[in-house]
């Protein structure tokens, strides 16, 4: 993979003669511009997708549903659809057992804050209760006296 560059990086400090953190990629602009115009011989400008091994490539398929799970083949990779947070989590525990890859999430991550998030959510209901019980007994006190 080549390292992309700017078009005359190499003669200008500022651009990135002897300061790599100044070598960033720009994208060639202007009317004569032989970069932008992709001239041979010149350095390739940067593309989505540019250095990708299509030989390896597996299909993509769209799961919205638990039943779409069953249907899968065996160089299949999901994407997870656009759903709500209660199947997404029936889902990537399935797939966890499974072994599949699912190309649009992080499941060991969604996982770990989903078990996160219910023992906050637990955590601030029992705090709620404790909470009115002591107020209670506070207003009881004011009143004896």
Do not use: C, H
Not at 105 to 114: D, P
Request: charged share 45%.
């Amino acid at each position: 993979m080549p390292q992309f560059v700017r078009r005359t990086w190499s003669r200008y400090a500022k651009l990135g003669k002897g300061r790599k953190k100044k070598q960033v990629w720009r994208r060639p602009t202007g009317r004569d511009n032989k970069m932008r115009e992709r001239k041979r011989g010149l350095p390739a400008t940067v593309k989505i997708g540019y250095g990708t091994d299509t030989s390896k490539k597996k299909e993509i398929k769209v799961v919205r549903n638990l039943k779409d799970l069953d249907t899968l083949g065996k160089n299949e990779v999901i994407v997870i659809g656009n759903i709500g947070k209660k199947k997404k989590l029936a889902i990537v525990e399935e797939v966890k057992k499974k072994g599949i890859k699912v190309q649009n999430e992080n499941v060991e991550r969604f996982l770990k804050t989903e078990k996160v998030r219910k023992e906050k959510k637990a955590g601030k209901k029992m705090e709620v209760k404790t909470g009115k019980e002591n107020s209670k007994t506070k207003n009881e006190g004011e009143n004896k006296k």
